[in-house]
Nanobody, 126 residues
Framework: QVQLVQSGGGLVQAGGSLRLSCAAS????????MGWFRQAPGKEREFVAAIRWSLGSTAYADSVKGRFTISKDNDKNTVYLQMNSLKSEDTAIYYCAARFSTSLVVSITPNSYDYWGQGTQVTVSS
């Protein structure tokens, strides 16, 4: 069983920055993909970014490219989402997720992820 514990988030003005963290209780991440998703009120959960732990390859939603950066710390078993130039439309609950897979393709589908963090609110005021 993988446990994902999120931290970070909060309220920020448009144009500001926040960093989300997701600490995972996994002995080895070699075959895991870590992803960030978000869900705004009345909307479906959507893909934000993902990283293949072993390769370090990443993928981003078009809406966050150039503003958000996903990264990992191998020693801390933690994945981060650095969010810059935040916009009001980035307001949502953000979730980290882990997917155990041997595929080289980074999945952007929420249903393909096996474990989820508790979610953290990000609110961007305009």
């Amino acid at each position: 069983q993988v446990q994902l514990v999120q931290s970070g988030g909060g309220l920020v003005q448009a144009g500001g920055s926040l960093r989300l963290s997701c600490a995972a209780s996994v002995r080895t991440f070699t075959r895991y993909t870590m992803g960030w998703f978000r869900q705004a009120p009345g909307k479906e959960r959507e893909f934000v970014a993902a990283i293949r732990w072993s390769l370090g390859s990443t993928a981003y939603a078009d809406s966050v490219k150039g503003r958000f950066t996903i990264s990992k710390d191998n020693d801390k078993n933690t994945v981060y989402l650095q969010m810059n130039s935040l916009k009001s439309e980035d307001t949502a609950i953000y979730y980290c997720a882990a997917r155990f897979s041997t595929s080289l393709v980074v999945s952007i589908t929420p249903n393909s992820y096996d474990y989820w963090g508790q979610g953290t609110q990000v609110t961007v005021s305009s």
